[in-house]
T-cell receptor, first 114, second 112 residues
């Protein structure tokens, strides 16, 4: 158990819909990272938050948005869903700086868009 | 910006043999290089890491080497076992911006 909790574990929805994925970081971790992993693909960095503020943005579509709340949990919102958005979405948390320790990943939320 | 290239994309080795996965990075300011293992359907997990002030680090059957001059680092797995079958990701980070740049991953297959 990494200490990072993601919900829901599985989600099936239709094209055009909107979903929200939730992540609770490890206790004490201030940074939250979101990644998208399509089938047999690598880890695509979406966005990073640190203590409530956006720290870095990767290849995140305009249809996607995220935020980190005062209690440090984070939500990733995916709207106007397309078939290609079907993927495993990972949340990871770390400390002040990634290079001072490892990144802890949640189990992921598997999104299927039909 | 930083770019990390990882080779090979797929590696098949006989059980008991060694496996080597290589990564190159472009940003000479990168100073931390972790390796993550992702088993099928599971989350990535850190297996070993190395910092730029060290040339080699070993943990039982796995080791990582770093060549700062050539800007490449490698993962070495000796005496491979079936449970080593997984996708391995390398990454590089520069302290100044805390951004972890990932390699594309290597699928390691251990043949019995």
């Amino acid at each position: 158990d990494s200490g990072v909790t993601q919900t829901p574990k599985h989600l099936i929805t239709a094209t055009g819909q909107r979903v929200t994925l939730r992540c609770s970081p490890r206790s004490g971790d201030l940074s939250v990272y979101w990644y998208q992993q399509s089938l047999d693909q690598g880890l695509q960095f979406l966005i990073q938050y640190y203590n409530g503020e956006e720290r870095a943005k990767g290849n995140i579509l305009e249809r996607f948005s995220a935020q980190q709340f005062p209690d440090l949990h984070s939500e990733l919102n995916l709207s106007s869903l397309e078939l290609g958005d079907s993927a495993l979405y990972f949340c990871a948390s770390g400390g002040l700086a990634v290079n001072t320790g490892e990144l802890f990943f949640g189990e992921g939320s598997r999104l299927t868009v039909l | 910006g930083e770019n990390v290239e990882q080779h090979p994309s797929t590696l098949s080795v006989q059980e008991g043999d060694s496996a080597v996965i290589k990564c190159t990075y472009s940003d000479s300011a990168s100073n931390y290089f972790p390796w993550y293992k992702q088993e099928l359907g599971k989350r990535p997990q850190l297996i070993i890491d190395i910092r730029s002030n060290v040339g080699e680090k070993k943990d039982q059957r796995i080791a990582v080497t770093l060549n700062k001059t050539a800007k490449h680092f490698s993962l070495h797995i000796t005496e491979t076992q079936p449970e080593d079958s997984a996708v391995y990701f390398c990454a590089a980070i520069r302290n100044s911006n805390y951004q972890l740049i990932w390699g594309a991953g290597t699928k390691l297959i251990i043949k019995p």
